[in-house]
């Protein structure tokens, strides 16, 4: 079992930029596909993008693709997710998440607040 930890969060403008991190525990990082995740009030939580175990493959919802990158170190457990231009409707609890084997995610981090100002 990984147990995964967000870092990054925070308040910016318009148009700005944050690199969320999630750590994850455990020798077995390697193995898992990372998913990102977000939440904005009210709303359903929405898929991000997400990175393949070896890194080589990621995958992107349409509306942040060219602008958030998803990275792993799997040296060091940890994961990435540059956000650039970012826009207020971008805030929202951003979770990271992974899975061993099949679609479904099964341990998720507890997440951490963006915030982007107009």
């Known amino acids: 079992q990984v147990q995964l930890l967000e870092s990054g969060g925070g308040s910016v403008q318009a148009g700005g930029s944050l690199r969320l991190s999630c750590a994850g525990s455990g020798r077995t990082f390697s193995m898992y596909d990372i998913g990102w995740f977000r939440q904005a009030p009210g709303k359903e939580r929405e898929f991000v993008g997400d990175i393949r175990q070896t890194g080589r493959s990621t995958y992107y919802l349409d509306a942040v693709k060219g602008r958030f990158t998803i990275s792993r170190d799997n040296a060091k457990r940890t994961a990435y997710l540059q956000m650039n231009n970012l826009g207020p409707e971008e805030t929202a609890v951003y979770y990271c998440?992974?899975?061993?084997?099949?679609?479904?995610?099964?341990?998720w981090g507890q997440g951490t607040q963006v915030t982007v100002s107009s």
């Open positions: 998440a992974c899975r061993l084997r099949g679609p479904a995610y099964n341990y």
